[in-house]
């Protein structure tokens, strides 16, 4: 359930009709519900309850400073990717002592700076990132809280680019060769090994592969336990899917996925981490675009949009149905027609919707994409020069923009013409 309901036939965020922050920013836009990202975290913090457990909200997601600082407010730890993540996440307010570090490929700087300001621990992912890891922090006398991420062989039955538990993917080490790799980490310095971490992928709409991995991940306490191994917190990851499209089946709640969490690591009496992102911050978010021209091309009537792939990318990048509708409600009866919702980026693949269904549109009509939140702005870039879509959070019947639109000066600055030019 989400914040955005047609009241008096006009789509609002909350309280606050969206032709309103249209006017008062332009379009397009991303618009985020606080009640939404709020309504959500809580809904995993019930999913765990009786469970000794952080929930580390997957910067990646959503990084933006103001939705950051809701989640920090409600409690939340964070799951950071990279130096700059961690930054963000100690800006928005984050101790460092509720941050989790994951990621293949993290550079010793990035570790240095995540030992120094404070780390809950390392996700490491190999053993040159192990030996890594010992050198930078034994080279400051300091000890780094590590779980290594395990590749259980789990098929996440996700699209193939947000998969990551297969072994032939790039992520964690196999889990036939935990064993050694955690006698290794254990003889190193300045590595304290406390726990195993896990990642399959994201976007799972079955719980069927959460339980296999998790499984292991039991199995596999039991044989580290025995081996001598302190392990005392397991890093379950994020994942769990969204309803893309209102009318399919919608995956299973968190709920769900909690009663699955105990039946297969309950018992252990690890402290439990999770680490959601577009759970929380997907359906926590609209982009809002305006209809620029409706176009009759051959055989087929284009919308075309002030938004583009470079804002959102999804659809572009891994075939995404994202549900796109009127902000105005549609009339009841209203006759629907098929259109090929389509940006004005120079690329054929810039292209949102093949054929959808809409009801009547004009041009200056205003359209929203539903569950935007996560991986939307984050992965926005700046291509054909089109300027970064500012960033609205609402809350109840206010609302701010948490990033504003850069200028075409504020774009062009950034480049520097050399003196022999
Ligand atoms: N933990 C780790 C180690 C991850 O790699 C990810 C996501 C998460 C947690 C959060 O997963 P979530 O709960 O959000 O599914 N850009 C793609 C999704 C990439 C996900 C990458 N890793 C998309 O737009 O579908």
């Known amino acids: 359930m989400d914040h955005f309901l047609y009241r008096d036939g006009v789509l609002h965020a909350e309280d606050v009709p969206l032709p309103e922050i249209a006017a008062a920013v332009g379009t397009p836009f991303y618009c985020y519900s606080t009640a939404t990202l709020t309504r959500h975290f809580r809904l995993f913090e019930e999913a ?98 590590v779980t290594i991420r395990v ?50 992928g994201s976007q799972l709409t079955d719980l069927a592969p959460f339980e296999a991995a998790y499984t292991k991940v039991a199995e596999l306490t039991e044989t580290l336990r025995a081996d001598g191994h302190a392990i005392r917190r397991l890093d379950l990851g994020g994942g769990l899917g969204i309803p893309y499209a209102r009318d399919n089946n919608a995956p299973p709640l968190p709920l769900e996925y909690g009663e699955v969490v105990k039946r297969t690591v309950g018992h252990l009496g690890c402290e439990i981490e999770i680490e959601p992102g577009r759970l929380i911050s997907g359906n926590a978010g609209l982009l809002v675009a305006g209809v620029i021209y409706v176009k009759s091309g051959e055989g087929r009537d284009f919308l075309i949009l002030d938004a583009a792939m470079n804002d ?11 549900d796109i509708v009127p902000v105005e409600e549609p009339a009841a009866g209203a006759d ?51 300027p970064l ?31 022999w030019l």
């Open 48 to 145: 765990l309850s009786g469970l000794d457990h952080m929930i580390c909200y997957a910067v990646k997601s959503n990084s933006n400073q103001a939705v950051l600082r809701v989640m920090a407010e409600l409690g939340a730890g964070m799951d950071v990717v990279s130096g700059g993540e961690y930054a963000r996440a100690r800006a928005a307010g984050v101790p460092g002592a509720r941050i989790v570090f994951s990621g293949v490929g993290k550079t010793r700087a990035e570790m240095a700076r995540a030992l120094e300001g404070g780390i809950r621990q390392f996700n490491v992912e190999s053993e040159p990132e192990l030996i890594a890891l010992s050198e930078v922090a034994t080279a400051r006398q300091l000890s780094a809280p």
């Open 151 to 200: 590749n259980p062989d789990v098929d996440a039955r996700t699209h193939a680019k947000i998969a990551t538990g297969k072994a032939e993917n790039k992520f964690g080490i196999p889990i036939a060769r935990a064993r050694e790799v955690y006698a290794e980490a254990a003889a190193l310095p300045g590595i304290d090994v406390i726990g195993i971490d896990v990642h399959i």
């Open 312 to 322: 959102l990318i999804r659809p572009a990048m891994y075939d995404a149905w994202h």
């Open 336 to 386: 629907y027609a098929p259109y090929d919702i389509v940006g004005p980026v120079c690329e054929t693949g810039d292209t949102f919707a093949r054929a959808r269904p809409m009801p009547p549109v004009a041009a200056g009509d205003l359209v929203a994409f539903r569950s935007a939140g996560a991986y939307g702005a984050v992965m926005a870039s700046e291509y054909n020069t089109r």
């Open 389 to 419: 879509v500012p960033e609205v959070l609402v809350h109840e019947d206010q609302f701010a923009v948490i990033r504003a639109r850069p200028s075409f000066d504020d774009i062009i600055n950034r480049d520097t013409i050399p003196s």
